[in-house]
């Protein structure tokens, strides 16, 4: 998440306090990341740094605070930020995926309840969602927008847990199969020659 | 409880060809809740709420509507019962295309042996509640699916209903309509202190419920919320 260009978009119309910027940076997201004023000051410091932009001056409100405004560097930077589509490589590794493809990977993992597990989780993270989308008012639409963006996504997340379940249990009906007519053909072949090798082979494998 | 349907086992057939569609299934709905019940096809959700309904019989167990046991009472009994106390919403909204939204809202009442005036003055009142006064008169074909669930909705509500049974209500609609079906589900039973039970195969629609329970091949698996108290600060600042 980018609070920076969350900052300059707040400075674009005029000079502010962190304290502003935390409040309006809340209100526009609906509060679905909360930053600490101190978040807000090490990345104003940042922006300042890169010429971004600039304390106002003699603006101090009497505790040392100063306003913030934002440079012409900051407007261009701005810009190409609202006009530069979100890769999904930037966005960071997807761990629940990682997580499933290690379960399936390392032997002695209920992969099936993982998938519960983490189903019930979103699902809740989902009803959660819904009941602040219910009690939302009607004009509040960018706040609806983040809010949306997360059911999305949790419904998603959903979508393919559900996908992975029905993925592996056809995968183990086959290999299932595979294992029984492997077996089969076992006997038919060892017919001649007695029960003993079959009866190993059935005893290592459990 | 409005609803508490205890070790309910379903099987269909005999024998080698048995087929097991509940085993032993434990679900309570409480006044004024509304319950999501998810699961892949075949695992048993559709058989839950056919024999919640009264409309299949369990092979063991009890259902209990509003303390009556469904498995104990006549045939004649629990059709009295379904007809006053619960209500069924389905995908393909089941509404009698030769009869008007309020002849197919009031047919339940009647059926039950109220008079025409007093089933026709409920049913106007159940249109009012799901917002369609103004299709009283409509036929179904005359009507969007939207409209035609809403009306389906009403159906399920009219008169002293105490618990609703939808079964993937939403299938049929685009999401924005199916959303509004579920906001109307919701707030009867916010609102009215009604149990609602609520089949689907769709997150986004489950997540409306305060519980969400998991079947799979006929047994409960595991269950989403009861959600904590809304966070009233967060509330606050908006």
């Given at each position: 998440?980018?609070?920076?260009?969350?900052?300059?978009?707040?400075?674009?119309?005029?000079?502010?306090?962190?304290?502003?910027?935390?409040?309006?940076?809340?209100?526009?997201?609906?509060?679905?990341?909360?930053?600490?004023?101190?978040?807000?000051?090490?990345?104003?410091?940042?922006?300042?740094?890169?010429?971004?932009?600039?304390?106002?001056?003699?603006?101090?409100?009497?505790?040392?605070?100063?306003?913030?405004?934002?440079?012409?560097?900051?407007?261009?930077?701005?810009?190409?930020?609202?006009?530069?589509?979100?890769?999904?490589?930037?966005?960071?590794r997807d761990e629940l995926a990682i997580k499933l493809a290690l379960a399936l990977a390392v032997p002695g993992v209920n992969v099936t309840s993982v998938v519960q597990r983490q189903r019930v989780s979103t699902m809740q993270a989902l009803q959660e969602l819904t009941r602040l989308k219910r009690n939302s008012r009607d004009g509040d639409i960018s706040w609806?927008?983040?809010?949306?963006?997360?059911?999305?996504a949790a419904e998603a997340e959903i979508r393919w847990l559900d996908h992975c379940e029905a993925m592996l249990s056809r995968h183990r009906a086959a290999q299932s199969k595979q294992h029984d007519s492997l077996q089969q053909g076992g006997k038919q072949s060892d017919a001649g020659q007695g029960q003993a090798p079959n009866q190993t082979e059935a005893g290592?494998?459990? | 409880?409005?609803?508490?349907?205890?070790?309910?086992?379903?099987?269909?057939?005999?024998?080698?060809?048995?087929?097991?569609?509940?085993?032993?299934?434990?679900?309570?709905?409480?006044?004024?809740?509304?319950?999501?019940?998810?699961?892949?096809?075949?695992?048993?959700?559709?058989?839950?709420?056919?024999?919640?309904?009264?409309?299949?019989?369990?092979?063991?167990?009890?259902?209990?509507?509003?303390?009556?046991?469904?498995?104990?009472?006549?045939?004649?009994?629990?059709?009295?019962?379904?007809?006053?106390?619960?209500?069924?919403?389905?995908?393909?909204?089941?509404?009698?295309?030769?009869?008007?939204?309020?002849?197919?809202?009031?047919?339940?009442?009647?059926?039950?042996?109220?008079?025409?005036?007093?089933?026709?003055?409920?049913?106007?009142?159940?249109?009012?509640?799901?917002?369609?006064?103004?299709?009283?008169?409509?036929?179904?074909?005359?009507?969007?699916?939207?409209?035609?669930?809403?009306?389906?909705?009403?159906?399920?509500?009219?008169?002293?209903?105490?618990?609703?049974?939808?079964?993937?209500?939403?299938?049929?609609?685009?999401?924005?309509?199916?959303?509004?079906?579920?906001?109307?589900?919701?707030?009867?039973?916010?609102?009215?202190?009604?149990?609602?039970?609520?089949?689907?195969?769709?997150?986004?629609?489950?997540?409306?419920?305060?519980?969400?329970?998991?079947?799979?091949?006929?047994?409960?698996?595991?269950?989403?919320?009861?959600?904590?108290?809304?966070?009233?600060?967060?509330?606050?600042?908006?």
């Open positions: 998440m980018s609070i920076k260009h969350g900052l300059l978009a707040l400075l674009r119309v005029d000079a502010k306090y962190g304290y502003q910027l935390r409040g309006e940076f809340e209100a526009a997201t609906g509060a679905t990341w909360p930053l600490n004023i101190g978040q807000v000051y090490t990345t104003l410091t940042r922006l300042e740094r890169d010429g971004l932009v600039r304390s106002a001056s003699g603006e101090g409100n009497g505790d040392g605070r100063s306003m913030y405004e934002i440079t012409d560097a900051g407007r261009t930077e701005l810009t190409s930020w609202f006009e530069t589509p979100v890769t999904r490589e930037s966005r960071p609806l927008l983040v809010i949306e963006s997360m059911i999305f290592a494998q459990r | 409880m409005i609803l508490d349907i205890r070790k309910l086992t379903r099987v269909h057939g005999s024998g080698e060809q048995a087929v097991h569609a509940l085993r032993g299934v434990d679900l309570a709905v409480a006044a004024g809740e509304l319950v999501a019940v998810m699961g892949p096809s075949g695992s048993g959700k559709s058989t839950l709420l056919t024999c919640a309904g009264g409309l299949d019989r369990p092979t063991s167990g009890e259902v209990l509507v509003d303390g009556n046991d469904l498995t104990t009472l006549s045939r004649n009994a629990v059709a009295a019962l379904r007809r006053r106390r619960i209500g069924y919403v389905f995908q393909d909204f089941n509404l009698i295309p030769a009869l008007t939204a309020a002849e197919n809202v009031s047919l339940p009442l009647e059926l039950d042996g109220l008079r025409a005036r007093s089933a026709r003055k409920y049913a106007e009142a159940a249109l009012v509640e799901v917002a369609i006064p103004e299709l009283a008169g409509r036929f179904p074909d005359e009507m969007s699916g939207g409209q035609r669930q809403r009306v389906a909705i009403a159906r399920a509500i009219v008169g002293e209903r105490r618990l609703l049974l939808a079964d993937e209500p939403t299938g049929a609609l685009d999401s924005d309509t199916g959303e509004a079906v579920l906001q109307l589900l919701r707030d009867r039973c916010d609102q009215h202190g009604i149990g609602g039970v609520l089949v689907t195969h769709d997150a986004r629609h489950a997540a409306w419920a305060d519980r969400v329970v998991y079947l799979r091949d006929g047994v409960l698996v595991g269950q989403s919320g009861p959600l904590p108290e809304a966070d009233v600060l967060l509330q606050e600042t908006r």
